[in-house]
Nanobody, 125 residues
Framework: QVQLVESGGGLVQTGGSLRLSCAASGSIFRIVAMGWYRQAPGKERELVAVITSRGSTNYADSVKGRFTMSRDNAKKTVSLQMNSLKPEDTAVYYC???????????????????WGQGTLVAVSS
């Protein structure tokens, strides 16, 4: 079983900053990628940022230049530094872990996905 524990959400004014953290634990043999998604009221969940096991990152166009994702492989944690926050960044942010629970051949088996419980980020205008 895998658990993701998120922290760092809250209420901030426009232009402010927040830092989200996510710690993974449990039966994780190999991490493929970890990412942050968000879901605003009435909207679908969307990718915010992702970092692969090789360290490459990818960001949604809407957050490029404002958000920075980092990781600590040894601790299986990722963080999302969010600067210059805007009201449109308001959403519940979810941590995602894509992983293998055992030594499975990636050519034959798809990785598993685990999700955190979500943390609310609210940006006031």
């Amino acid at each position: 079983q895998v658990q993701l524990v998120e922290s760092g959400g809250g209420l901030v004014q426009t232009g402010g900053s927040l830092r989200l953290s996510c710690a993974a634990s449990g039966s994780i043999f190999r991490i493929v990628a970890m990412g942050w998604y968000r879901q605003a009221p009435g909207k679908e969940r969307e990718l915010v940022a992702v970092i692969t096991s090789r360290g490459s990152t990818n960001y949604a166009d809407s957050v490029k230049g404002r958000f920075t994702m980092s990781r600590d492989n040894a601790k299986k944690t990722v963080s999302l530094q969010m600067n210059s926050l805007k009201p449109e960044d308001t959403a519940v942010y979810y941590c995602n872990l894509r992983y293998y629970s055992g030594d499975y051949d990636p050519d034959k088996y798809n990785p598993l996905d685990a999700w955190g419980q979500g943390t609310l980020v609210a940006v006031s205008s």
